[in-house]
T-cell receptor, first 117, second 119 residues
Framework: GESVGLHLPTLSVQEGDNSIINCAYS??????FIWYKQESGKGPQFIID?????DKRQGQRVTVLLNKTVKHLSLQIAATQPGDSAVYFC????????????????FGTGTKLQVIP | DAGVIQSPRHEVTEMGQEVTLRCKPI?????LFWYRQTMMRGLELLIY????????DSGMPEDRFSAKMPNASFSTLKIQPSEPRDSAVYFC?????????????????FGEGSRLTVL
């Protein structure tokens, strides 16, 4: 199902420390997951993706971990910088029933990351 | 490429008025999505088009909302009549993906959004 965001979780991190942002996804049939970053006044931007046949993927300063057993994703940001301050969303590609194989992209609630200089 | 282009960036209107939001997807992209973002409900998928055909409109709130994609380079989201609870940021996103295949990538490219305020 969809998340209802009554309150946006906030993570405050000291500059230079590592950040871990967590996300629970909803559909066990989802086979592709993406983390997006949204800065104030802008649309979400792609950070990193992972397919369901993997449990870890690394990018530049970012790592995504996938635990299909408990339907959990995490985004790890190494050496967090002030420019990392934003809202982070996980998204899942969810099958559309009776569509002949199409998928739609649904987003989690989001986590606000605040980097303390 | 200029990216996904949305207009208007800001719209203030009175309850009962018709609102039309516009989107130009990235050239060559065959999938287009309309999302609505509010503090209360986060990012909600309203409708998904693939090759100009609506694939899933289960997120469209009610009959007051309608979306069209007359060609590969243009889509509109219309609200008639508008209500204060429609106030939100509306995002359009485009992508190259379609039917689920192993090489499918789901990256969406978002526009900067249209902020709608209905008084």
């Amino acid at each position: 199902g969809e998340s209802v965001g009554l309150h946006l979780p906030t993570l405050s991190v000291q500059e230079g420390d590592n950040s871990i942002i967590n996300c629970a996804y909803s559909n066990s049939a989802s086979d592709y997951f993406i983390w997006y970053k949204q800065e104030s006044g802008k649309g979400p931007q792609f950070i990193i993706d992972i397919r369901s046949n993997m449990d870890k993927r690394q990018g530049q300063r970012v790592t995504v971990l996938l635990n299909k057993t408990v339907k959990h994703l995490s985004l790890q940001i190494a050496a967090t910088q002030p420019g990392d301050s934003a809202v982070y969303f996980c998204a899942e590609n969810m099958p559309i029933s009776y569509s002949g194989g199409y998928q739609k992209v649904t987003f989690g609630t989001g986590t606000k990351l605040q980097v303390i200089p | 490429d200029a990216g996904v282009i949305q207009s208007p960036r800001h719209e203030v209107t009175e309850m009962g008025q018709e609102v039309t939001l516009r989107c130009k997807p990235i050239s060559g992209h065959n999938s287009l999505f309309w999302y609505r973002q509010t503090m209360m409900r986060g990012l909600e998928l309203l409708i998904y088009f693939n090759n100009n055909v609506p694939i899933d409109d289960s997120g469209m709130p009610e009959d007051r909302f309608s979306a069209k994609m007359p060609n590969a380079s243009f889509s509109t989201l219309k609200i008639q009549p508008s209500e204060p609870r429609d106030s939100a940021v509306y995002f359009c996103a485009s992508s190259t993906f379609g039917l689920a295949v192993p090489a499918n990538t789901g990256e969406l490219f978002f526009g900067e959004g249209s902020r709608l305020t209905v008084l």
